[in-house]
C-alpha cells in the first residue's frame, strides 16, 4: 500500500444517507489515499452509487463530513483531479453521432469550457489518454459500432484526458466480455503502478476482486475496512454480505 501524502484524496466521516424514509448508508467512514488501488463492493442496493454520488457532490448526506484532498466538499473546485466512470457509460446507442475521439476530447471540457477551442495542450492530453487505453488506431470511429470492451476504455479514455490525481469506476464490466475484463484490470494495475494515479472501483461481482488490490471496502448500509482482501475475504463473510450462499473466486491475472 502506498500512501503518499497525510491528507486523504477523500475522508468520509460518519456519513449517512436517508431517502424516503429509508436508511441507505449508515454511519459511514473511510479514508483513501493518494497512489491506493482500492475496490468497493457489496450487492445491488447496498448504498455503494450513492456512496459515490455524496463524494462527487452529486447526493447531498443527511449527516456527516466530507473532505476532498483536505478542502470541504462545499468548497472544492478542482474537479478535473477526479476522473469518474459512472454506471453503463460504456453502453451507447449503435446510431450515437460520435467518434471515439469526440468522445475523449469531452473529457477537456472540465479544463477549457465547452465552446473555447482546443488547444495543443488539450490535444496532447487525449492523445496521451488515448495511447494509455490503447484506441489511437479507433480514434475515427463511430463509438457505437464498438465492442463493450473498446467502448469501455473509450470512458475511461474520456475520464483520463483531464489528468486526474483519481480514478472511480461504478460497475464498469457491464457489457464486457471475459477477454476485455481481463485486459481492463491489467491496463488499471498500470495506471496505478506507473502513473500513480488512485483507482477506485466499485462493484456488485465478488468475482472480480484482483491480486493487485490494497484495500476492500465492503458496503451493504453500512462499511467494513479490509486491509488485506486476500485474507479477510472467506466465503462466511461474502454470505453474510450478501445474505446467500457465496463462493468467491480468486482472479489470478498471470493464469492464461
Known sequence: MRLKFKVPIFSVQNLSFNARGQNILS??????????YIAIIGPNG????????????????????????????SSFKEWDKIGYVP?????????????????????????RGVFSRM????????????????????????????????????????ALASNPKILILDEPNTGVDMVSQKRFYELLSKLNTEENITIVFITHDIGVIVDDIGRLFTINQKAVTCNNPKEALSCDEMSELYG????????????H
Not at 454511519?27 to 491506493?36: A, K, P, V
Not at 488547444?119 to 495511447?131: F, I, L, P, R, S
Not at 480514434?139 to 463493450?148: E, H, N, Q, W, Y
Open 244 to 255: 446467500t450462499h457465496a463462493h468467491l473466486i480468486h482472479n489470478h491475472k498471470h493464469e
Open 119 to 158: 488547444t495543443g495542450e488539450d490535444k496532447d492530453a487525449v492523445n496521451d489518454a488515448m495511447t494509455k487505453m490503447d484506441i489511437v488506431d479507433l480514434k475515427d470511429k463511430m463509438v457505437g459500432t464498438l465492442s463493450g470492451g473498446q467502448r469501455q476504455r473509450v470512458m475511461i479514455a474520456r
Open 27 to 36: 454511519n459511514i467512514s473511510l479514508d483513501i489515499f493518494s497512489g491506493e
Open 46 to 73: 447496498g448504498g455503494k452509487t450513492t456512496l459515490i454520488r455524496m463524494l462527487l457532490g452529486l447526493e447531498k448526506p443527511t449527516s456527516g463530513k466530507i473532505r476532498l484532498f483536505g478542502k470541504k466538499l
Open 87 to 111: 454506471q453503463r457509460a460504456s453502453l451507447v446507442d449503435a446510431n450515437f453521432p460520435a467518434t471515439v475521439l469526440d468522445i475523449v476530447n469531452m473529457g477537456r471540457t472540465s479544463k
